[in-house]
Nanobody
């Protein structure tokens, strides 16, 4: 069984910043990728940002230059710093982890609301 400890999220005004963190623990093997996904009401879950064990990153075009993903491999923790937030960034943000067998695990999600 895999457990996730997610923190961060909340309500912020447009142009503001928020940080998310997610620590994975439990019966999980070698983690090859960690990432953040978001889902707005009525929409599919989409990739926001991902980071591989070697440090390479991938971002959705809509967040490039505004969001930064990082990870602490020793702690199986991934972070997402979100700056210059826009109303369209609103959604439930989920931590996702992929192990060496390419099995995916998901956190419970945390809500981010960008509104004035």
């Amino acid at each position: 069984q895999v457990q996730f400890a997610e923190s961060g999220g909340g309500l912020v005004q447009p142009g503001g910043s928020l940080g998310l963190s997610c620590a994975a623990s439990g019966s999980i093997g070698t983690i090859v990728a960690m990432g953040w996904y978001r889902q707005a009401p009525g929409n599919k879950r989409e990739l926001v940002a991902a980071i591989m064990s070697g440090g390479s990153t991938r971002y959705a075009d809509s967040v490039k230059g505004r969001f930064t993903i990082s990870r602490d491999n020793a702690k199986n923790t991934v972070y997402l710093q979100m700056n210059s937030l826009k109303p369209e960034d609103t959604g439930a943000y989920y931590c996702g982890v992929t192990d060496s067998l390419l099995k995916n695990y998901w956190g419970q999600g945390t809500q981010v609301t960008v509104s004035s």
